[in-house]
């Protein structure tokens, strides 16, 4: 069965770090994307973060560019997000999807933000930024 399992959330002050994982069973990355996204109370889910790791393409929302950063390790299945000098409105559950075999025009063109792209979902980690 293929799935995807977050891991790495927890509650930190604003400015602090975390790193999230995502790590597939089941499945290979070499021919997926995978996209980071988060869902806070009362909002829709948001696309933040993609990544084709056969090629490191990679795509970032503007409210994140030069705060996070997404990256994977192929031999380990998992795909990680840095995220640094996190803000109060960073809380969210955070999500990682991903789908199999769409060109890396998807990333390039910010399409893969999209949640209707995606085939295969984790179950979630919290992230809490108190102020």
Known sequence: EDQLVE?????????????L???ASGFIFDDHIVGWFRQ??????EGISCISPSNSVTHYID???????????????????????LKPEDTA?????AVSGPPT??????ICSAVGVY?????GTQVTVSS
């Not at 559950?93 to 999807?97: D, G, H, I, P």
């Open 119 to 123: 085939e295969n979902w984790g179950q």
């Open 21 to 23: 994982s995502c790590t």
């Open 63 to 85: 409210s994140v560019k030069g705060r996070f950063t997404i990256s994977s390790d192929n031999g380990k299945r998992t795909v990680y997000l840095q995220m640094n000098n």
């Open 105 to 110: 025009e998807l990333i390039t063109t910010g």
């Open 93 to 97: 559950v955070y999500y990682c999807a």
């Open 7 to 19: 891991s790495g959330g927890g509650r930190v002050q604003s400015g602090g770090s975390l790193r």
């Open 40 to 45: 806070a109370p009362g909002k829709e889910r």
